[in-house]
């Protein structure tokens, strides 16, 4: 049965379940509150999609990890200090979250939703003949020292046993798989099943099949109320209109806890700025991703350009880009890729966008129990891109009324209810 479906938020999560919809037979309309030319944080990602993520972003280490990087504002994490209760909440809710047993229990799932999306972009690649750039040759992460390749290499071990094919490689094994970039490390881990696209050309393809299969786009548009009848959301009221709608689903990125106040819910997320360089002629150009492992930065070629990205810095939601962050990214580029120098990047412009960072570090996802026909769709940190596909799928599941394809009770947008 076709239903009425409005989706709040136009980044990859939502187009994703636009698309996935509206080829399930339902009327759906986008509302997204920026324009149609927008650099939110889906366009500007390193765009890697990454089954061997199975560790969410609250894992033991991280609280004191973080805690020694925050005092250094070029550092790869950092809290801006602030008055804010959701901010302290949060980090209380991160701090209970960040034990093996959390990570035991994410890890099967967050490796399965990873690969059954990177099978669903090798799909969307065979359907448009590569629009959407998409590269299968794997993911290096890069260590520069030995005490940081030993790390690695347990976690290569783990990757291994929940049967994520991973390989630690010598200075001269790495110069053979990737010869077209000079490194200066210890060693690295080949993830070869991971993968990447260009974020620009894949967001461009999603909202051209949106609109080929029907789905309707509202820009500049604010959501300024809601219709509501007992456990049903009859309409969304905005800057444009009344929108009917049998089922509504968010997917607002980091601004979703202020249009989740609009629903009466409460789903902690704090806005994590990232920040990218992207070269128009690198002096080399890798053929395959990569991560500084000890600097937490990712390095991502996109056709003869090359994208460097990282930080996290935890300051609301405040898109203004702090330069000394962005030096902190340059100082690392040259300490693993030796030919490169700060002055290839001068003159570039930094983009930035906030990735919405659930407390447990995994995305929420699934209908809430205060309403009957509301799906939320949203925080899912640095691994938006990656989980997109089968995120679209998973909604499109959950709106026709299908058991889905995964169990999503560790998702539940009710789990800080």
């Given amino acids: 049965m076709s239903k009425r479906v409005i989706i709040i938020g136009a980044g990859v999560i939502g187009l994703s379940t636009a698309l996935h919809c509206a080829r399930k037979g339902h009327n759906v309309t986008v509302l997204d509150r920026n324009p149609a030319r927008r650099d939110g944080c889906s366009f500007g990602n390193a765009g890697m999609v990454v089954p061997s993520h199975f560790v969410p972003l609250a894992a033991p280490g991280m609280v004191a990890l973080g805690l020694k990087w925050m005092w250094n504002p070029e550092s790869p994490f950092y809290i801006k200090p602030r008055l804010s209760g959701e901010l302290f909440d949060w980090c209380f809710k991160f701090w209970r979250a960040a034990n093996p047993g959390h990570v035991r229990r994410s890890a099967p799932l967050l490796r399965d939703l990873n690969f059954a999306s990177r099978a669903l972009f090798e799909e969307l690649a065979a359907e448009t003949q590569n629009e959407i750039g998409l590269v299968t040759r794997g993911l290096i992460m890069l260590c520069k020292t030995q005490h940081g390749l030993d790390d690695e290499a347990k976690f290569a071990a783990q990757a291994v046993k929940l049967g994520v094919p991973a390989e630690v490689l010598s200075p001269a094994e790495l110069a053979k798989l990737d010869p077209g970039v000079t490194m200066e490390v210890a060693g690295g881990v080949y993830f070869p099943k991971d993968a990447h696209l260009t974020p620009e050309r894949y967001l461009a393809t999603l909202e051209r099949l949106a609109r080929q299969a029907g789905v309707n786009f509202f820009w500049q548009t604010e959501v300024s109320g809601l219709e509501i ?138 209908r809430t129990h205060k309403f009957a026909n509301l799906t939320l769709a949203t925080g899912h940190a640095m691994m938006g891109m990656s989980l997109s596909l089968i995120t679209g799928k998973l909604v499109g599941e959950i709106i026709g009324g299908e058991k889905p394809s995964f169990d999503l009770s560790l998702l539940s947008p009710d789990r800080y209810a």
């Fill in 229 to 366: 009848r007992g456990r049903h959301l009859v309409s969304v009221k905005t800057s444009h209109g009344e929108f009917p709608a049998d089922e509504v689903i968010l997917c607002g990125g980091s601004w979703s806890p202020l249009l989740a106040r609009e629903f009466g819910l409460k789903i902690p997320i704090q806005a994590g700025k990232g920040y990218s360089l992207t070269l128009t002629q690198p002096r080399e150009l890798p053929q395959l991703c990569s991560i500084f492992t000890e600097a937490r930065m990712a390095v991502t070629p996109m056709g003869n350009t090359l994208r460097f990205g990282g930080t996290m810095e935890v300051s609301g939601l405040n898109e203004n880009i702090n330069p000394v962050r962005v030096q902190g990214i340059i100082k690392s580029v040259a300490k693993y890729f030796p030919k490169f120098s700060p002055e290839d990047f001068a003159g570039i412009q930094p983009w930035r966008g906030l990735r919405p960072c659930s407390p447990d570090g995994l995305p929420y996802l699934g």
